[in-house]
């Protein structure tokens, strides 16, 4: 089966987050398995650069041998869903694990986007780091009903 991670800083805490996430999480298992590793928030008292820093460190230390990162952030290439269902379809066929690096609140460190194999945005918004995981779970969803040629993208 499939497998795809997502390495995140931060739990999800709000309630109608949460209950997306679950729904979301649920489908996704039918056909791929997603693994979510959340780590803690740096120090809030630390300088912001210091603590994306840190929580950036934290994350790809996480990564593994047979992943590929790709991180979000506002600065990254905008993919629609079909190019995004092919661009995962792509690190499957080649033996790539997609690893997903979703910053905290204050995002991350500039690293990220330098080192990632992919660095992805979901716009030019700013949106709150829960919000981005919630799209991010129902982006890979669609990708998965558009490579398995389901109903679910119209």
Do not use: N
């Amino acid at each position: 089966m499939k497998t795809v991670r997502i390495l995140a800083v931060g739990r999800i805490k709000t309630p109608y987050w949460r209950d997306a996430a679950v729904h979301y999480k649920k489908r996704l298992s039918r056909s791929l398995k997603l693994e979510e590793v959340a780590i803690k928030d740096a120090d809030p008292k630390l300088p912001l650069e210091t603590r994306k820093e840190l929580e950036t460190a934290r994350l790809f230390k996480l990564l593994l041998p047979q992943d590929i990162s790709i991180c979000l952030d506002e600065r990254g290439t905008g993919y629609t869903s079909s190019s995004f269902s092919a661009l995962l379809r792509h690190l499957f066929e080649i033996g790539k694990r997609p690893c997903f690096l979703v910053g905290g609140a204050y995002g991350l460190a500039a690293i990220a986007r330098a080192t990632s194999a992919h660095c992805i945005s979901f716009g030019p918004m700013t949106l709150p780091h829960e919000l981005a995981r919630i799209i991010l779970f129902e982006q890979i969803y669609r990708a998965e009903s558009i490579a398995s040629g389901t109903g679910y993208h119209h």
